[in-house]
């Protein structure tokens, strides 16, 4: 069973960083695609940003400019560093792995994000 483990959340002023991270020990990480959703009270679950194993990278137009993802397939952890952080952006964050092939789909149980002053 793969499990996906998320760091990094917790409280920041608005104009703030954080940078969370996503490890996983999954053997297949490398190949997979992965990416963090985000889940604000009330509100369905959104995309947030995507990377596959080539590094090809797309964004929600709510955060192009201000959030970066990448990863690390050595260390088998894939981030979401986030800038210029919004009330808005407060939400759980959730990582999740695309399996190829089977499509399968693995989440974390998620970090919270808390934006405000």
């Known amino acids: 069973q793969v499990q996906l483990e998320e760091s990094g959340g917790g409280v920041v002023q608005p104009g703030g960083s954080l940078r969370l991270s996503c490890a996983t020990s999954?053997?297949?990480?490398?190949?997979?695609?992965m990416a963090w959703y985000r889940r604000a009270p009330g509100d369905q679950r959104e995309l947030v940003a995507i990377?596959?194993?080539?590094?090809?990278?797309n964004y929600a137009d709510s955060v192009k400019g201000r959030f970066t993802i990448s990863r690390d397939n050595a260390k088998n952890t894939v981030y979401l560093q986030m800038n210029n952080l919004k009330p808005e952006d407060t939400a759980v964050y959730y990582c999740?792995?695309?399996?190829?092939?089977?499509?399968?789909?693995?989440w974390g149980k998620g970090t919270l994000v808390t934006v405000s002053s």
């Open positions: 999740n792995m695309n399996v190829p092939i089977s499509g399968t789909n693995y």
């Open positions: 999954s053997s297949i990480f490398s190949i997979s695609r």
């Open positions: 990377i596959n194993g080539g590094g090809s990278t």
